[in-house]
């Protein structure tokens, strides 16, 4: 994976001073090697680099020595006044904390125990389901898979509109443009490319692909931004970029996660140019699409961020961690406002999305089943079961009238919550009203446990 | 606080898979994320760390308001649009879109 580092030779070091240095340095990075190997990461180490320059370029003894102090003092000054700066910031942060979320909420209403149904079942995939998508038409959905195939549902009659086949496996990301009029998808090829969907069923959607992003490694989210033209995606290589859809041009970079990021989510209002991402650093960042800055930062989750989703208002965001939690970040606050999380939950969430009025919090967790979570008093209100695998994928429709998962079962299912109105209850005859409060004797008890 | 990775698999017992000692690709919990680990930890480059520093810089100097603000006015919103929200209060089964269809029978 790194190439070995050249041992120092003898006869390369012009003076004793330069030889205790090189071989100093050299074992440093030596043990920075095992580090590597231990921990399976690379470490750019300041002894790594400085093992170049001095063998490659060998300034005089003195002058060498001196450059060094003075770069290690400049490190070691940048180091205290960025915990400094840290300290300050999580002093400031911490000065405005004066209530709890749950406790401002204390006199809404609570919600009592909802009931959700599946309505759909999509059946189709030949592999696990990794990412999908709703249509701005509320009726439309793009779904991925492992086996490479990305196909266009109508979820209303759980009609296959659209079916492509990718030439590469493990496609993570998939989005539908605004318009209805093309998706976007990739993965593992480290490319995004974009389809225009046609009315023509028939029509050979591959042979009209249209290659756009290019990253270093695998593209982990995509997302359109207000319109068909541009592009966000993020990928395995830490970056997040933004692209134009016609003619392929990167049109910003956003650099600062260090490591993958696994997600992105746009600000929802129709002017907002900013958007959020998490990654593998367990790191939430908030960047502004036009300058390419990082805007805000919050570092509170214990594990790798799997989700992030705006709050419908746009002044907050929710996460989901590997940490088995969700978290909401409010924006204007600069911190985190309310956990989401229960002992009995250990296993991680692999998606999240609100419902239309911020109230319900939606979890796709990796323990097959769905948690909706009370976004104000931060109790759960529901959980289902149906996913034979654990679900990667969650997203509510446009609308609001109901949510789509998908799963590692190879299916997807689009639920909305179960209401039934009394004059439908009365009109029922005695036995099914019977075997009616049964049902929901039984499936009551089920939530409580 | 034990992290799982994965989900338990019913297959000729269980197979739980703590974080940091599963390195084995197990045909059914191949999970693409640790394939490529690429964390670099460059603190002591002194150009990451002059960029690390003004990155804080910025960021204290964002402006704030309370928490007890931020959360009244999350749940303004939430109570505003209550009302809209299918998921929250469910709609009557006629207009309910993905209710089951039903047939009708032509007299």
Redesign the interface.
Known sequence: MQDPLPPPSSSSSASPACDVITSAVHSASCLSAVDRRRT???????TH?HTHIYLYMRPPPGAMATQELQ?NE??AH??T??ES??T??EE??AK??????HQ??EK?EG?GQFVMKT??TLKGHGNKVLCMDWCKD??RIVSSSQDGKVIVWD??TTNKEHAVTMPCT?V?ACAYAPSGCAVACGG?DNKCSVYPLSLDKNENLAAKKKSVAMHT??LSACSFTNSDMQILTSS???TCALWDVESGQLLQSFH?H???V?CLDLAPSETGNTFVSGG??KKANVWDMRSG?????FETH???INSVRY???G??FASGS???TCRLY?L????E?AIYSKESI???VSSVDF??????LFGGY???TINVWD??KGTRVSILFGHE??VSTLR?SP?????CTGSWDHTLR?S??????LF?VISLSPEVLLTHCVFFFFFFLQIWA | K???????VHKEGRHWCK?GHCRVKTEYNIY??RL???????????ST??R??E??????S??????????????Q??????G??????????GS?????PRSCAVV
């Open positions: 399976n990461t690379y470490t750019h180490t300041h680099i770069i400049s490190l940048l180091k006044e960025s700066l840290k300050k910031l400031e942060r405005l904390h004066d209530v709890e979320l401002v909420a809404v919600l309505r759909r509320k009726r979820a209303f493990w993570m593992l490694n695998y395995g290589d830490g600062g260090a490591a993958d696994l593998c650093d800055q990082c805007i805000q930062s214990e594990s790798d709050y419908p208002s002044d907050a590997d940490d088995a409010d204007r606050a600069d911190r406002v250990i296993f991680g419902s239309l009025s911020g109230r319900l990796n323990d097959y976004v104000l695998n654990r509510v609308d609001g009238t109901a949510f689009v909305s919550s179960f209401s039934f109105s439908s | 034990i992290i799982y990775t994965h989900a338990p974080k693409i994320k490529t680990v690429t964390t670099m930890t460059s603190n002591s480059n002194l760390m002059r690390l520093v990155q804080l810089k910025l960021e204290a964002v402006e704030r308001i309370k928490v007890s603000q931020a959360a009244t006015e999350l749940q919103y939430c109570l505003q649009n209550a809209k929200d299918a998921l929250l209060v469910g709609v009557p089964t309910n879109p993905f209710r089951e």
